[in-house]
């Protein structure tokens, strides 16, 4: 095995300064970067940054729109579809009120037949239209 790829400025490593980080390699790896799109995401990441230890950050719309050089509306958009993905979830201060206390929540499990999904070539042949030869279907024996 080779050892991975020196980085470009080595004696510049990053090392974490807080006991705790919320973003989670599945965000990446079960595409929830690329289905929730850049807005969502920016919203997500200033969230994991300003959360405290419970995951808990208390920043306003407003505020988080101009952190983000964005819209309230496009905030509102992204935080809707955060919450409505189940990565966020929200408690106003008071009843009716847009601004409040937001909890990152664990990335759900997607039940995703887009990742990680194998495919067979029965399967390949009959989205062309195509069936497989008389007698190789899947629960055909094998010859002897």
């Given at each position: 095995?080779?050892?991975?790829?020196?980085?470009?400025?080595?004696?510049?490593?990053?090392?974490?300064?807080?006991?705790?980080?919320?973003?989670?390699?599945?965000?990446?790896?079960?595409?929830?970067?690329?289905?929730?799109?850049?807005?969502a995401v920016a919203v997500l990441v200033l969230l994991a940054?300003?959360?405290?230890?419970?995951?808990?950050?208390?920043?306003?719309?407003?505020?988080?729109?101009?952190?983000?050089?964005?819209?309230?509306?496009s905030v509102d958009r992204a935080l809707q579809q955060l919450?409505?993905?189940?990565?966020?979830?929200?408690?106003?201060?008071?009843?009716?009120?847009?601004?409040?206390?937001?909890?990152?929540?664990?990335?759900?499990?997607?039940?995703?037949?887009?990742?990680?999904?194998?495919?067979?070539?029965?399967?390949?042949?009959?989205?062309?239209?195509?069936?497989?030869p008389h007698g190789m279907g899947p629960d055909a024996a094998?010859?002897?």
């Open positions: 095995m080779r050892p991975p790829p020196t980085p470009p400025r080595p004696e510049h490593l990053r090392r974490p300064r807080a006991g705790f980080g919320w973003l989670d390699d599945r965000l990446l790896h079960d595409r929830w970067l690329a289905d929730l799109g850049p807005e940054v300003a959360a405290d230890r419970r995951g808990a950050s208390f920043y306003g719309r407003l505020r988080m729109a101009a952190a983000l050089g964005l819209d309230v509306a919450v409505d993905s189940g990565l966020l979830a929200f408690r106003p201060w008071r009843p009716g009120q847009r601004d409040g206390v937001w909890q990152l929540l664990d990335v759900p499990v997607r039940d995703d037949s887009r990742i990680q999904r194998c495919v067979t070539a029965a399967d390949v042949l009959r989205r062309l239209g195509l069936a497989p094998l010859p002897t």
